[in-house]
Nanobody, 126 residues
Framework: QVQLVESGGGLVQAGGSLRLSCAASGRPFHSYAMGWVRQAPGKERESIATINWNGGSTYYADSVKGRFIVSRDHAKNAVYLQMNNLKPEDTAVYYC???????????????????WGQGTQVTVSS
């Protein structure tokens, strides 16, 4: 089992920044890849960022590439999503996700996620 607790969502104006955090507990932190998946109203879940077990490899959806940065801190058992230059189309519920094993070579697909966080709302106003 892996437990995930997210924080950091909120309301921001277009062009602004937010940083999401996800604290993990349970199985060894180095044993899994982590990522962020979002779901906008009326749309399917979209994987937007993934980081492998040691933080050495990261993957991004085209929709966020160059604006979002995913990172992980093994001392704190946490993963982060720094979101810059936010756009109204980034409005969604953002979920932290875990995928085993940790040596992933691409974005985590929503159907592959083993554990989900509870989600945090991000709203970007124009």
């Amino acid at each position: 089992q892996v437990q995930l607790v997210e924080s950091g969502g909120g309301l921001v104006q277009a062009g602004g920044s937010l940083r999401l955090s996800c604290a993990a507990s349970g199985r060894p932190f180095h044993s899994y890849a982590m990522g962020w998946v979002r779901q906008a109203p009326g749309k399917e879940r979209e994987s937007i960022a993934t980081i492998n077990w040691n933080g050495g490899s990261t993957y991004y959806a085209d929709s966020v590439k160059g604006r979002f940065i995913v990172s992980r801190d093994h001392a704190k058992n946490a993963v982060y999503l720094q979101m810059n230059n936010l756009k109204p189309e980034d409005t969604a519920v953002y979920y932290c996700a875990v995928d085993f094993p940790g040596n992933i070579l691409r974005l985590i697909m929503p159907e592959e996620v083993d554990y989900w966080g509870q989600g945090t709302q991000v709203t970007v106003s124009s």
